[in-house]
Protein backbone atom coordinates (compact mmCIF):
# COMPACT_ATOMS: atom_id res chain seq x y z
CA UNK A 1 0.00 0.00 0.00
CA UNK A 2 1.45 3.23 -0.99
CA UNK A 3 0.77 6.24 0.80
CA UNK A 4 -1.78 9.19 -0.65
CA UNK A 5 0.29 12.55 -0.80
CA UNK A 6 -1.12 15.16 1.03
CA UNK A 7 -2.98 17.32 -0.61
CA UNK A 8 -2.29 21.31 -0.16
CA UNK A 9 -5.10 23.83 0.45
CA UNK A 10 -5.90 25.80 -2.47
CA UNK A 11 -4.71 29.40 -2.22
CA UNK A 12 -8.14 31.42 -1.82
CA UNK A 13 -8.32 35.18 -1.15
CA UNK A 14 -11.51 36.75 0.14
CA UNK A 15 -13.64 39.05 -2.13
CA UNK A 16 -13.19 42.29 -0.06
CA UNK A 17 -9.64 41.36 -0.39
CA UNK A 18 -9.51 41.21 -3.75
CA UNK A 19 -11.49 44.45 -4.01
CA UNK A 20 -8.86 45.72 -1.90
CA UNK A 21 -5.94 44.99 -4.45
CA UNK A 22 -8.29 46.25 -7.11
CA UNK A 23 -8.35 50.01 -5.60
CA UNK A 24 -4.37 49.53 -4.54
CA UNK A 25 -3.90 48.86 -8.27
CA UNK A 26 -5.86 52.06 -9.42
CA UNK A 27 -3.91 54.17 -6.99
CA UNK A 28 -0.61 52.86 -8.42
CA UNK A 29 -1.81 53.71 -11.54
CA UNK A 30 -2.36 56.79 -10.42
CA UNK A 31 -6.24 57.40 -11.27
CA UNK A 32 -6.79 59.05 -7.96
CA UNK A 33 -4.56 61.15 -6.42
CA UNK A 34 -3.33 62.06 -2.99
CA UNK A 35 -6.28 64.32 -1.28
CA UNK A 36 -8.63 63.53 -3.82
CA UNK A 37 -12.36 61.87 -3.43
CA UNK A 38 -12.75 58.27 -5.08
CA UNK A 39 -15.86 57.11 -6.28
CA UNK A 40 -18.57 56.44 -3.65
CA UNK A 41 -19.26 52.44 -2.10
CA UNK A 42 -22.23 52.43 -4.38
CA UNK A 43 -20.08 53.00 -7.32
CA UNK A 44 -17.46 51.38 -6.81
CA UNK A 45 -19.76 48.18 -6.32
CA UNK A 46 -21.20 48.77 -9.30
CA UNK A 47 -17.54 49.00 -11.06
CA UNK A 48 -16.72 45.69 -9.41
CA UNK A 49 -20.00 43.62 -9.30
CA UNK A 50 -19.68 43.45 -5.51
CA UNK A 51 -21.61 44.36 -2.87
CA UNK A 52 -21.91 47.54 -0.61
CA UNK A 53 -21.06 45.36 1.83
CA UNK A 54 -17.99 43.89 0.23
CA UNK A 55 -16.03 47.51 -0.94
CA UNK A 56 -17.16 48.84 2.61
CA UNK A 57 -14.86 46.07 4.23
CA UNK A 58 -11.70 46.88 1.67
CA UNK A 59 -12.15 50.41 2.36
CA UNK A 60 -12.07 50.03 5.90
CA UNK A 61 -8.73 47.46 5.39
CA UNK A 62 -7.28 49.99 3.46
CA UNK A 63 -7.83 53.04 6.00
CA UNK A 64 -6.70 51.05 8.59
CA UNK A 65 -3.21 51.25 6.65
CA UNK A 66 -3.89 55.10 6.36
CA UNK A 67 -3.96 54.61 2.53
CA UNK A 68 -7.41 55.85 2.57
CA UNK A 69 -9.08 58.18 4.99
CA UNK A 70 -13.11 58.82 5.20
CA UNK A 71 -14.44 61.96 6.18
CA UNK A 72 -18.20 62.13 7.79
CA UNK A 73 -20.30 63.46 5.20
CA UNK A 74 -17.58 64.09 2.23
CA UNK A 75 -16.78 60.36 1.18
CA UNK A 76 -13.91 58.77 1.52
CA UNK A 77 -9.99 60.48 0.45
CA UNK A 78 -6.63 59.12 -0.52
CA UNK A 79 -4.24 59.83 2.10
CA UNK A 80 -2.21 62.57 1.55
CA UNK A 81 0.88 64.13 3.53
CA UNK A 82 -0.16 67.97 2.65
CA UNK A 83 -2.33 67.67 5.96
CA UNK A 84 -1.05 68.94 8.78
CA UNK A 85 -1.87 65.39 11.19
CA UNK A 86 0.05 63.71 8.97
CA UNK A 87 2.72 65.68 7.86
CA UNK A 88 5.37 63.69 10.42
CA UNK A 89 3.01 60.60 10.74
CA UNK A 90 6.50 58.67 10.86
CA UNK A 91 8.72 60.82 13.38
CA UNK A 92 8.17 59.07 16.50
CA UNK A 93 11.28 61.72 18.28
CA UNK A 94 9.53 63.43 21.19
CA UNK A 95 10.60 66.06 24.08
CA UNK A 96 10.33 63.87 27.69
CA UNK A 97 7.22 65.30 29.67
CA UNK A 98 5.91 66.94 26.52
CA UNK A 99 3.95 66.51 23.21
CA UNK A 100 4.67 66.26 19.86
CA UNK A 101 6.19 68.97 17.88
CA UNK A 102 6.61 69.52 14.47
CA UNK A 103 10.75 70.43 14.13
CA UNK A 104 12.15 72.70 11.50
CA UNK A 105 14.35 71.64 8.92
CA UNK A 106 17.87 72.72 8.11
CA UNK A 107 19.57 70.97 4.78
CA UNK A 108 23.24 70.18 4.53
CA UNK A 109 23.34 69.02 1.20
CA UNK A 110 22.19 66.87 -2.13
CA UNK A 111 24.35 64.65 -3.87
CA UNK A 112 24.04 61.65 -6.54
CA UNK A 113 25.53 58.92 -5.28
CA UNK A 114 25.83 55.18 -6.31
CA UNK A 115 24.25 52.84 -4.10
CA UNK A 116 26.04 50.54 -1.59
CA UNK A 117 25.17 47.29 -0.96
CA UNK A 118 23.11 48.16 1.94
CA UNK A 119 20.93 50.40 -0.18
CA UNK A 120 21.02 48.48 -2.53
CA UNK A 121 19.73 45.40 -0.99
CA UNK A 122 17.37 47.94 1.14
CA UNK A 123 15.81 49.59 -1.97
CA UNK A 124 15.92 46.82 -4.40
CA UNK A 125 18.19 48.30 -6.61
CA UNK A 126 21.73 47.19 -8.67
CA UNK A 127 24.94 47.73 -6.67
CA UNK A 128 26.00 50.89 -7.60
CA UNK A 129 22.92 52.49 -9.25
CA UNK A 130 22.51 55.79 -9.29
CA UNK A 131 20.96 57.53 -6.10
CA UNK A 132 20.04 60.83 -4.57
CA UNK A 133 20.95 61.54 -0.67
CA UNK A 134 19.72 64.39 1.45
CA UNK A 135 21.19 65.44 4.70
CA UNK A 136 19.52 67.24 6.59
CA UNK A 137 19.25 68.27 10.73
CA UNK A 138 15.74 68.47 12.38
CA UNK A 139 15.77 71.23 15.13
CA UNK A 140 13.14 70.93 17.92
CA UNK A 141 12.57 74.47 19.71
CA UNK A 142 16.15 76.22 18.22
CA UNK A 143 17.90 72.67 19.34
CA UNK A 144 19.88 70.28 16.47
CA UNK A 145 18.39 67.14 17.26
CA UNK A 146 18.03 64.59 14.55
CA UNK A 147 21.01 64.44 11.62
CA UNK A 148 18.72 62.21 8.98
CA UNK A 149 20.23 60.89 5.73
CA UNK A 150 17.65 60.25 3.08
CA UNK A 151 18.49 58.17 0.03
CA UNK A 152 16.01 57.59 -2.57
CA UNK A 153 16.37 56.11 -5.99
CA UNK A 154 17.43 58.99 -8.98
CA UNK A 155 14.93 57.44 -11.08
CA UNK A 156 12.19 58.62 -8.65
CA UNK A 157 13.04 62.26 -8.19
CA UNK A 158 14.47 63.40 -11.40
CA UNK A 159 16.01 66.83 -11.42
CA UNK A 160 16.25 66.99 -7.45
CA UNK A 161 18.29 70.10 -6.12
CA UNK A 162 18.28 71.63 -2.29
CA UNK A 163 16.57 74.55 -3.83
CA UNK A 164 13.45 72.13 -4.98
CA UNK A 165 13.55 70.59 -1.78
CA UNK A 166 14.25 74.10 0.12
CA UNK A 167 11.36 75.93 -1.99
CA UNK A 168 8.86 73.80 -0.66
CA UNK A 169 6.66 73.47 2.33
CA UNK A 170 6.12 70.71 5.21
CA UNK A 171 7.51 67.37 5.46
CA UNK A 172 10.08 66.00 3.32
CA UNK A 173 7.16 63.32 2.69
CA UNK A 174 5.10 65.57 1.54
CA UNK A 175 7.27 67.46 -1.03
CA UNK A 176 8.55 63.64 -2.74
CA UNK A 177 3.94 63.41 -2.86
CA UNK A 178 3.83 66.99 -4.24
CA UNK A 179 6.82 67.13 -6.53
CA UNK A 180 7.03 63.12 -7.57
CA UNK A 181 3.54 61.86 -6.92
CA UNK A 182 5.27 59.79 -4.54
CA UNK A 183 3.57 58.53 -1.36
CA UNK A 184 4.89 56.73 1.77
CA UNK A 185 2.15 54.37 2.80
CA UNK A 186 4.38 52.67 5.74
CA UNK A 187 8.01 51.99 6.87
CA UNK A 188 9.88 49.96 8.76
CA UNK A 189 12.41 50.66 11.48
CA UNK A 190 15.54 49.25 12.70
CA UNK A 191 17.14 50.76 16.12
CA UNK A 192 20.57 50.86 17.52
CA UNK A 193 23.01 52.58 19.61
CA UNK A 194 26.17 54.35 18.29
CA UNK A 195 28.65 56.81 19.18
CA UNK A 196 28.97 60.12 17.46
CA UNK A 197 31.33 60.29 14.91
CA UNK A 198 32.81 64.03 14.17
CA UNK A 199 30.51 64.88 11.23
CA UNK A 200 27.18 64.19 13.62
CA UNK A 201 28.84 65.66 16.67
CA UNK A 202 29.34 68.98 14.96
CA UNK A 203 25.92 69.31 13.44
CA UNK A 204 24.12 67.83 16.58
CA UNK A 205 25.97 70.44 18.73
CA UNK A 206 27.36 67.73 20.79
CA UNK A 207 31.10 65.87 22.06
CA UNK A 208 32.33 63.60 19.77
CA UNK A 209 31.33 59.83 20.98
CA UNK A 210 28.09 61.17 22.78
CA UNK A 211 25.40 58.76 22.57
CA UNK A 212 23.26 58.71 19.76
CA UNK A 213 20.31 56.06 18.79
CA UNK A 214 20.61 55.51 15.32
CA UNK A 215 17.39 54.85 13.56
CA UNK A 216 17.65 53.11 10.26
CA UNK A 217 14.16 53.36 8.11
CA UNK A 218 12.88 51.48 4.91
CA UNK A 219 9.74 53.16 3.34
CA UNK A 220 7.22 52.13 0.91
CA UNK A 221 4.78 53.16 -1.27
CA UNK A 222 1.84 51.49 -3.01
CA UNK A 223 2.37 47.73 -3.45
CA UNK A 224 5.02 47.26 -0.82
CA UNK A 225 7.69 48.87 -3.15
CA UNK A 226 10.97 49.89 -1.19
CA UNK A 227 11.50 53.87 -2.10
CA UNK A 228 13.54 55.19 0.33
CA UNK A 229 16.44 54.19 3.02
CA UNK A 230 16.57 56.65 5.99
CA UNK A 231 19.33 56.76 8.62
CA UNK A 232 18.63 59.23 11.56
CA UNK A 233 21.30 59.92 14.07
CA UNK A 234 19.05 61.70 17.40
CA UNK A 235 19.71 63.12 20.69
CA UNK A 236 18.86 60.85 23.20
CA UNK A 237 19.49 63.53 26.44
CA UNK A 238 15.93 65.69 26.68
CA UNK A 239 14.27 63.28 23.98
CA UNK A 240 12.93 59.66 23.75
CA UNK A 241 11.83 57.26 20.89
CA UNK A 242 8.10 57.21 21.45
CA UNK A 243 5.67 54.51 19.68
CA UNK A 244 2.26 53.42 20.67
CA UNK A 245 1.50 49.46 19.96
CA UNK A 246 -2.43 48.89 19.52
Known amino acids: MTDTPALSAPSFRPLYDQIKILI ?11 GEAIPSEIELAARYQVSQGTVRKA ?18 FVSTHTEPKTQYRFLRIIPDGSEKVNPTTTFIDVKKNRASAEIARALDLKLGAPVMSIRRVLVFAGKPVI ?8 A ?19 FFETAYGLRMIRAEERLTAVPANEFAAAHLKV ?9 DRIAFTYGDKPVEWRRGLCLTEGYSYYNELA
Not at 24 to 34: A, F
Not at 156 to 174: N, R
Open 147 to 154: LDEVVISA
Open 59 to 76: IDLLAAENILVRRQGKGT
Open 24 to 34: TQSLIGGEWKP
Open 156 to 174: LVPGLTMEKIQESKGSIYS
Open 207 to 215: RKNAPLLCV
